[in-house]
């Protein structure tokens, strides 16, 4: 009997390693809406993929995805449509490779969004963020230290529980080995997708994306590069955000825009219409002209009482350095008096690239002061002369050079409706925070 017993947990020990070899990384929770979500999973190798799933309250009303082929083209990557949803609801979920249980060590699970409006306040949730995400590959990172480090900051915001994790730009870091090929690129996203810190946050929270030069391209890359249009594919294979740009094949930009609760998340591109920063020719832009023009047609309808605009650079500080916003003066002057003549309330900018973090308030006199708050970097070097910047709208206190990753959780009722910004380290130590509330924002 007692070998029987060892046999059969042997024989299930390897099965389940023999299954679990064919997931390269996910599964990851992409949007969830009131009747459908979609979850994200790649493979090691070619496989069919599906996802089952049931209300936490009732496993046994037990509903299946629609299954993908993964194939080489698109990183064996699979994006599972979990339809038949009910509004509100925690659903538990299980992937199945070639129609196989794989066995994981973390929670799947995923929330549909819930059905308040006219019935009673907005509910109060918590939206995860940060930028600039380098896990080293030694044979092809620049000689010197590492520039990568403390991964085990994903595990700490797996730890506070976010309904949502905002990815704000410079998720992967191109190397000069990946941006000239689509297999590199490939490798780029896989490499960086498949460590096992990053695991549990994927897998429970929804994750929404924009991208920055390092997942683009090269360096301060723009309109220019040849291979944006490979990138961008890497982009939306590797991601499950709801649309991509306006185009009917969406094939033009990676701006989208979704909402969640009380408040309306605006993702934004900055690089696949931005100037050469060289030229000295032409309009200099960093959105293009019909980026902009959808962004502040959407700011004008919405009707949600916090408007979230991510962005890579940063917006509101007032040194013209890098790449921040204030270099190209004229396009952020039409954007924010743009915002100002239409009365759009309840702005806030997010930003990362910087490589520190900081509080931004532009104060207005005909109207509410503007924030934009810039968080970096998660995982890639620190700066170490950001306090040497002279950024007069830097809110005293704020600014930290390490690695972080803040929150904004949501709370009150409609009459005390606020934002809490904070700012923690790579343990989930908090260290800084502010509360805005919605009235600061009218």
């Known amino acids: 009997m007692k070998k029987i017993i060892i046999i059969f947990c042997l024989s299930f020990v390897l099965n389940t390693v023999a299954q679990n070899s064919l997931l390269q990384s996910g599964p990851m929770v992409g949007y969830c809406e009131m009747t459908e979500a979609k979850i994200w999973v790649q493979t090691t190798t070619a496989a069919n993929v599906k996802i089952m799933y049931s209300p936490a309250d009732n496993v046994k009303e037990i509903q299946y995805s629609n299954e993908v082929l993964t194939n080489k083209d698109s990183g064996y990557t699979a994006h599972l449509v979990l339809d038949g949803l009910s509004p509100g609801k925690k659903y538990n979920y299980v992937v199945y490779i070639n129609n196989k249980k794989v066995n994981l060590p973390y929670e799947t699970t995923f929330s549909s969004k819930k059905l308040w409006q006219w019935r009673e306040n907005a509910p109060d949730f918590t939206v995860a963020l940060g930028s600039c995400t380098y896990v080293n590959q030694p044979e092809v990172d620049r000689p010197g230290k590492p520039y990568g480090s403390e991964y085990e900051i994903f595990t700490s915001i797996a730890g506070k529980n976010p309904d949502i994790m905002l990815w704000g730009g410079d998720n ?35 994750n929404f994306a924009i991208w920055d030069d390092h997942d683009f391209g090269p360096n301060d890359a723009d309109r220019s590069y040849y291979f944006k249009n490979v990138t961008q594919k890497a982009f939306k294979d590797f991601w499950a955000n709801k649309s991509y740009g306006l185009d009917a094949a969406q094939s033009q930009g990676t701006f989208s825009t979704f909402n969640w609760g009380d408040a309306q998340f605006f993702l934004l591109d900055d690089r696949f219409f931005k100037s050469p920063n060289d030229r000295v020719t032409g309009q200099r832009t960093l959105l293009g002209k019909e980026q902009l023009e959808w962004l502040i047609d959407a700011l004008s309808a ?13 917006v509101l500080n007032s040194a013209a350095k890098y790449e921040n916003y204030e270099t190209y003066p004229e396009e952020k002057e039409y954007l924010l008096s743009e915002i100002e003549k239409n009365k759009v309330r309840g702005v806030l900018f997010i930003s990362g690239d910087r490589h520190f973090s900081e509080l931004s308030m532009l104060p207005r006199p005909s109207s509410y002061s503007l924030y934009d708050w810039t968080v970096s970097p998660l995982t890639s070097g620190a700066s170490n002369s950001a306090e040497k910047e002279e950024n007069k709208y830097r809110v005293a206190g704020s600014l930290f050079m390490q690695h972080n990753f803040g929150t904004i959780s949501f709370s009150g009722d409609k009459d005390n409706r606020q934002l809490k910004l904070s700012l923690f380290d790579k343990d989930g130590k908090e260290l800084w925070n502010k509360v805005i509330t919605k009235k600061e924002l009218q």
């Open 172 to 206: 992967i870091y191109l190397r000069e080995a990946d941006w000239d090929s689509k297999t590199g690129v490939y490798h780029r996203y896989t490499h960086t997708r498949s460590i096992k810190e990053i695991q549990p946050l994927l897998a429970r929270a929804q």
């Open 302 to 314: 919405s009707k949600a009482s916090f408007k979230i605009i991510v962005i890579g650079g940063q």
